[in-house]
Structures are given as C-alpha cells and as structure tokens.
C-alpha cells in the first residue's frame, strides 16, 4: 500500500486524492491539501518508487494505476467516490486509472499533461542527484551547490532536494528504477475504452506540456472534458501560483459536488 496522508475529516463534500508527478511526493502538496481540506477529507500519497512508499522494478502506469485504486477502494466503500487530481506523471496515472476503476472516481483533475507520449527526458536530473557526494553535505546548501553544477534552475533544484534527507544522506526515490523505466514514464500506454465522467485539464499558460493538438486525444479518451489554464505559469503552475490553482480545483470540485 502506499503511503498516505490524510488531511481534514470527512464532510458532506466527496473526498480529494492528490497524486504528484515524477520526483515528487506528499509533502510536494502539503499547503494545497492543507487548504482545500476545509472543505473536505484529503489525501495525498507517496508514488510508488518516491517518498516512503514501497519500492517496485516497475514504474508502468498500469501499475501506478492499480497503487492508487487500492488507495482508492477503503475510502470509496466508506464516503462515496473520489475527485482525484494528478499533476504531470501523476496525471498520466490517474488518467488511466479513470480508464480501469472509473467507479471511484466522483471526477478527474488533470493537471499540467496529456494522454500522449512525449520526447522529453529527464534521465540528466537522475545523473545529477546520483552524482552528489552525499558524505560531504552536512545541510542542504550544501547538496544545493553540489547540485547547481549539473541543474542551473534554482527552482528545479529546491524541488528534487525535497526528496533528499540530509541527515540520512539518502533520497527518497529509488532513482535506478527510474531511470530504468523513464520510456515508460515519458510515454502512454494504450488504453481501452474512454472515461465520460467529468474531467478538469488544467494547464499553465506557459507550460510546454500541453498543447492545443493535443485536445484531439484528451476529448477521444475523455469525452466530457473541460479545459482551462492559469496565465503566467509554467509546468509547476500549483508552485507557481498556488493561490490561482487552488481556487480553481475548489470551484470545479464544489461544481460537481452540487451536481450530486
């Protein structure tokens, strides 16, 4: 079973699962899962391969799918299904989950990604955090200038050493299985089928992630798709401007929650 954190108590409001993308984890969520459980019960996990969840040789996404049902299933039986959110990796989880369990599923959020394979790599950022000398780092400035001579963003780097426990001196991510499974990560598989429950694009106005081509494939899979974006932001758009993202899953999730 994963690991799983819940935020709030259970409300007359369906229940939200949130699931983080490549690199990522709970506690990537913390302050958005904080917020919107005012509303209702939150849960957020720790993929498999990331945080404290267990470690697999496989990082398919019908097994990320499979994970998050079985999350999935104890909450349903006892409050109804869910709205689930997942951002990038995370998206394309949840994505296909929809496609496999979509009795557990109240609604989809997807944010920041598309049912499509991409050319993208992120096997440099796998080299960087394996390449930092961990016996040297005594705090995180110092992993963080180990690390600013591989990844330039400042950004991108307090993000990854999320995932480092300094004291430990161990990341929290299996990175050879990542690296191993990254054509899998980048891609999509074929699914069968389509999900016609109510489903959330929502994208940063300056992401590279999604593009307007790719509508074509969103409404094929998911024919009651709703599309928006957040200007300004990129793929990090809930980081970026968290205010803005929050507001949005708030108003889409009390939509469908007085649709009954």
Known sequence: ???????G????ASPLLIVHG??????NWG???KRLSDQRLVASVDQRNHGESPRFPSQSYTDMASDLAEVLEPIVAEHGPCHV???SMGGKAVMVLASQRPDLIKSLIVADISPVAYSHDNTPLIHAMRGLDLSTVEKRSDADRQLAQEVLDAGVRAFLLQSLVVKEKRWLLNLDVLEAEMPKIVGFPEVSGSYDGPTF???GGESTYVERDHRDRAKALFPNAKFASIPGTGHWLHAEKPREFEAAMRAWMTAVDAKG
């Not at 108590?9 to 007359?12: A, L, M």
């Not at 490549?22 to 506690?27: D, I, T, Y």
């Open 1 to 7: 079973m994963l690991n799983t954190v819940f935020t």
């Open 9 to 12: 108590s259970p409300t007359d």
């Open 22 to 27: 490549l690199f990522g984890s709970a506690r």
């Open 31 to 33: 302050v958005i899962s």
């Open 85 to 87: 959110m997942g951002h």
């Open 201 to 203: 694009f929502l994208s």
